[in-house]
């Protein structure tokens, strides 16, 4: 039996998923234990991660009616691009762990669905080979290492392959007490790495502004910094002279007790006053969180571990059936309250 044969019938049936939540139901069954644990789990108690879903949970919405919804506009702008919706796929490692096909599968998924994909610096596929089947933007996630002739070649690499912006993570100098992982003892499977970063769990403490300054300087493609929760810190970064940040903490994996992300947001809007681009991550599931997420401030937002859990049970199909349900979902948030464009979306969707 060839090896596309074995992946066919080793799909799980997700015609019947009708949400996000159903896919990491399905996932803990198809995913090996410690892949599933590395995907699901959090830094220390995980408040944060559970705070990430019970912040957005919390937020009413103010719906306004006898509105002509008959069309709805998700397309927007962002960084020189026109993107059909405010949706992007975040960057998470490992991808071989969780489908054979790895991060190939991610970026025909994401080309279906019209998103733009983050790849990770712990990507277990080439560069090279990802930029081979992606039809949507790439962007590449970027963790600074203290080899910075290593660093520089990467982005120069990034660049060649066509990606269209960096995603740089400054809120890992070193990774979180992360419980979940230790306890299944958490290393990559024989023969699956990472051709980029060869030392996949080395990161730098000796990052600082001085190195965003330095990577500006050679960059020829948008820089964002990722991991931005203190408005004082979006604050130098506007003044840094980043094309965008994103609003995260890193999905509750590195500082435990940390504020969920939707909560951190308003405040870092309002420091920033539309001068750069906000994204934001965390928790996002349903369409009504992305309605809320623009609604406080954010220009779009990146999902990551349904990715996960969609290529899991489904490979491309899985992750372009997470994108275009909680795609759909948000057309129907902005119909219900009476939105019909990215432009139209303000607080006054939020219940005060």
């Given at each position: 039996?060839?090896?596309?044969n074995?992946?066919e019938?080793?799909?799980?049936?997700?015609?019947?998923?009708?949400?996000?939540?159903?896919?990491?139901?399905?996932?803990?069954?198809?995913?090996?234990?410690?892949?599933y644990?590395?995907?699901a789990?959090?830094?220390?108690d995980?408040?944060?991660?559970?705070?990430?879903?019970?912040?957005?949970?919390a937020?009413?919405?103010?719906?306004?009616?006898?509105?002509?919804v008959?069309?709805?506009?998700t397309s927007?702008?962002?960084?020189?691009l026109?993107?059909?919706?405010?949706?992007?796929?975040?960057?998470?490692?490992?991808?071989?762990?969780?489908?054979?096909?790895?991060?190939?599968?991610?970026?025909?998924g994401?080309?279906?669905?019209?998103?733009v994909?983050?790849?990770?610096?712990?990507?277990?596929t080439?560069l090279?080979?990802?930029t081979?089947?992606?039809?949507q933007?790439?962007?590449?996630?970027?963790?600074?290492?203290?080899?910075?002739?290593?660093?520089?070649?990467?982005?120069?690499?990034?660049?060649?392959?066509?990606?269209?912006?960096?995603?740089?993570?400054?809120?890992?100098?070193?990774?979180?007490?992360?419980?979940?992982?230790?306890?299944?003892?958490?290393?990559?499977?024989?023969?699956?790495h990472?051709?980029?970063?060869?030392?996949?769990f080395?990161?730098?403490?000796?990052?600082t502004?001085?190195?965003?300054e330095?990577?500006?300087?050679?960059?020829?493609?948008?820089?964002?910094?990722?991991?931005?929760?203190?408005?004082?810190?979006?604050?130098k970064?506007?003044?840094?002279?980043?094309?965008?940040?994103?609003?995260?903490?890193?999905?509750?994996?590195?500082?435990?007790?940390?504020?969920?992300?939707?909560?951190?947001?308003?405040?870092?809007?309002?420091?920033?006053?539309?001068?750069i681009?906000?994204?934001?991550?965390?928790?996002?599931?349903?369409?009504?969180?992305?309605l809320?997420?623009?609604?406080?401030?954010?220009?779009?937002?990146?999902?990551?571990?349904?990715?996960?859990?969609?290529?899991?049970?489904?490979?491309?199909?899985?992750?372009?059936?997470?994108?275009?349900?909680?795609?759909?979902?948000?057309?129907?948030?902005?119909?219900?309250?009476?939105?019909?464009t990215?432009?139209s979306?303000?607080?006054?969707?939020?219940?005060?």
């Open positions: 039996m060839n090896q596309e074995e992946l019938m080793d799909k799980i049936d997700i015609s019947q998923i009708v949400n996000l939540f159903d896919f990491e139901k399905l996932a803990v069954s198809k995913m090996a234990n410690m892949a644990e590395y995907v789990s959090g830094a220390a995980e408040f944060t991660v559970r705070w990430n879903r019970q912040a957005l949970d937020i009413k919405l103010n719906p306004t009616v006898l509105v002509d008959s069309q709805i506009d927007t702008s962002l960084l020189g026109d993107l059909s919706h405010p949706i992007l796929i975040a960057p998470t490692a490992y991808h071989k762990i969780m489908h054979p096909e790895g991060e190939l599968a991610t970026a025909r994401a080309g279906d669905a019209s998103a994909y983050v790849v990770s610096s712990f990507t277990t080439p090279e080979e990802i081979r089947v992606a039809t933007p790439l962007w590449l996630q970027l963790y600074v290492r203290d080899d910075r002739h290593f660093t520089k070649d990467l982005v120069q690499e990034a660049e060649y392959q066509g990606c269209r912006a960096l995603c740089i993570t400054v809120d890992t100098p070193v990774a979180g007490a992360r419980n979940r992982q230790q306890r299944v003892n958490f290393a990559l499977p024989h023969g699956i990472t051709p980029h970063m060869q030392d996949a080395a990161l730098t403490k000796s990052l502004w001085k190195d965003i330095w990577l500006k300087s050679f960059a020829k493609i948008p820089v964002l910094l990722k991991g931005i929760l203190n408005p004082e810190d979006a604050e970064a506007v003044q840094s002279g980043v094309s965008g940040i994103i609003v995260s903490n890193h999905s509750g994996r590195n500082l435990d007790t940390v504020p969920a992300t939707i909560e951190a947001l308003p405040r870092i809007a309002e420091k920033v006053n539309k001068r681009p906000i994204l934001m991550d965390g928790g996002i599931r349903r369409g009504t969180d992305v809320k997420a623009i609604a406080l401030g954010a220009n779009a937002v990146l999902v990551g571990k349904p990715i996960c859990f969609g290529l899991a049970c489904g490979g491309a199909e899985g992750v372009t059936k997470v994108l275009e349900i909680l795609r759909n979902e948000f057309e129907l948030a902005m119909a219900l309250t009476g939105k019909t990215i432009a979306i303000d607080s006054s969707v939020i219940w005060k």
